[in-house]
């Protein structure tokens, strides 16, 4: 059904519609190109093995969030993108995390999962939580100032650019082993549920033309969608910044958000929380890398890593959160009550900064 809002956000933007018209249509577009995406790149990881599946799934896993952001970069919004990057993160280890253990929980007592595969997980977001947090150390103890929140494009010096440069190629580099682990030397500990997961009727041809079109779709929508945030924020009453952690994170990663819940109602809590850890995971070990090293290239000057100060808080405290629930291996519909709780009050906090 929200396929319709595809072709309707085209012709909205034909007819220079009121902005915020075309960006809530461009939102609910993006979604069904994401699901489609997603049914796609399984498929094909299905039928290629674990080796290329893995790399299908990093290339494709988060497209939409890396799309939607490339779209930014090349309108100057970096802050929109860091926010984004924010956003995606938070949003998965609070929003559908929670969302995951109050639904699946609710006919339960209890739900267990491989404590050992969450940790690795959890462990690999907070050395990147690391790498993410102290380039904002060093521009404050050279006497810089945190990005403010209304700003569009920071300029940080050549210095921090290429400190970001390098901090992403490590990252990079670190989700790669990360790969290795997971998909090699471990891949019993991450696959606890065998083929049942992957089973599909789609063809490989199939699934490359879905894919491509899918693709396509979402570049349009994000185009679309990315075209309209400023008019969007200014006849709204919303901040960009609002905007960017919130509404755009949470439309990139909708059809992923539905599959988590959709799998923990069925009592795989595996293989939820690996969706919402592992996502946040490659956003902050992959998507944000990437969209750094584009920076190069596009805009009008690279993106540093220097997050603001409202960021650096939700990263910390939703990072430090998914490590506590993550180290028993059990859960129940009262933690995603609390997680989602938190959620909520990051949102308070956010729409009243």
Not at 74 to 85: D, T
Not at 165 to 184: R, T
Not at 328 to 351: D, R
């Amino acid at each position: 059904m929200l396929a319709l809002f595809i072709p309707a956000a085209i012709v909205l933007e034909l007819v220079h519609a009121s902005a915020p018209v075309i960006f809530f249509a461009a939102a609910l577009g993006v979604i069904p190109t994401a699901a489609l995406m997603g049914k796609a790149t399984e498929e094909l990881a299905a039928k290629s093995g674990p080796g290329i599946g893995g790399l299908l799934n990093v290339t494709f896993g988060n497209a939409p969030e890396l799309i939607i952001a490339f779209f930014a970069l090349l309108e100057g919004l970096q802050e929109v993108v860091k926010a984004s990057i924010v956003g995606s993160i938070i949003g998965n280890l609070l929003l559908v995390l929670g969302a995951s253990m109050l639904v699946g929980g609710l006919k339960r007592d209890k739900q267990t999962f491989n404590a050992t595969a969450a940790n690795a997980q959890s462990a690999m977001l907070l050395l990147a939580l690391v790498a993410l947090v102290l380039p904002a150390v060093f521009q404050l103890v050279h006497g810089g100032g945190l990005p403010g929140v209304g700003e569009e494009r920071v300029d940080f010096g050549s210095d921090l650019e290429y400190l970001s440069l390098g901090v992403a190629i490590i990252l990079i580099g670190s989700y790669v082993a990360g790969l290795i682990f997971s998909l090699k030397t471990h891949r019993k500990l991450f696959n606890p549920y065998g083929p049942e997961e992957h089973e599909g009727g789609w063809t490989i041809k199939r699934s490359v033309v879905m894919l491509a079109i899918a693709a396509v779709a979402v570049g349009v929508m994000s185009e679309i969608l990315v075209g309209s945030i400023n008019e969007t924020a200014e006849q709204v009453g919303l901040s960009e910044f609002f905007i960017g952690v919130f509404v755009v994170a949470i439309v990139g990663n909708a059809a992923e958000h539905w599959v988590a819940v959709l799998v923990a109602a069925k009592d795989k809590m595996d293989l939820a929380v690996n969706i919402a850890v592992g996502s946040s995971a490659q956003i902050a070990l992959f998507v944000a890398p990437v969209l750094v090293l584009a920076s190069f290239v596009v805009g009008e000057n690279p993106m540093a890593l220097v997050f603001n100060g409202y960021e650096i808080g939700a990263m910390l405290f939703a990072v430090l959160i998914a490590n506590f629930l993550t180290q028993e291996g059990e859960t129940n519909w009262f933690e995603g009550v609390q997680l989602l709780a938190v959620y909520a009050v990051m949102g308070l906090v956010f729409f009243f900064a």
